[in-house]
């Protein structure tokens, strides 16, 4: 069953309108919606929507989503969107997450390219320093990202420290 992208200005559970898609990977479609109950504050909902077909293919992927809504619920650090709700409506599953206003490195990678420019060495080194506290912090939850990519790190609009993001393909060690 293939699930449309729902359309901007619908409300979902009384309480998320959707603005926009943002992305859509291999399970879920994210949007960029208001949260009408926090001042019409911005946040993402992640909508589990796999693309595959068959039981064993929509269970693995129901189990994939609900394994990535309890990491991010047990993840508590400043450069992670905040998990805020996970629930299901109408049939479709989402998560709520912070909205973070900014561009991913790839997208910033990308514009110094068109530039003729690229990172330096000690922006990367930085860029690295500041990043490896959060992967040394979720490895000490026993999670493995399994993604990190200039896509799925983002720098925040004012700020100076990476995000990490799309926590969608985690492994929880043993």
Known sequence: MKL???SPGTIIKDRYEIIQ???QGGFGRTYLAKELDRFKELCVLKEFCPSGSGE??????????TREAEVLYKLKHPQIP?????????DRLFLVQDYI???TYGDLLNLRRIEGRTFSEAEVIQ??????????????????????????????DGGTKPILIDFGVVKQAM
């Open 127 to 156: 860029w690295l320093r500041d990043l490896l506290p959060v992967l040394d912090y979720i490895h000490s939850q026993n999670i493995i990202h399994r993604d990190i990519s200039p896509d799925n790190i983002m720098l925040p």
């Open 21 to 23: 898609v943002l992305g």
């Open 101 to 103: 206003q900014g561009k």
């Open 4 to 6: 449309e992208p729902i």
């Open 82 to 90: 905040q998990f805020r709700a996970w629930f299901e409506e109408t």
């Open 56 to 65: 064993y293919v929509l269970n693995k992927s129901r189990e994939l989503f």
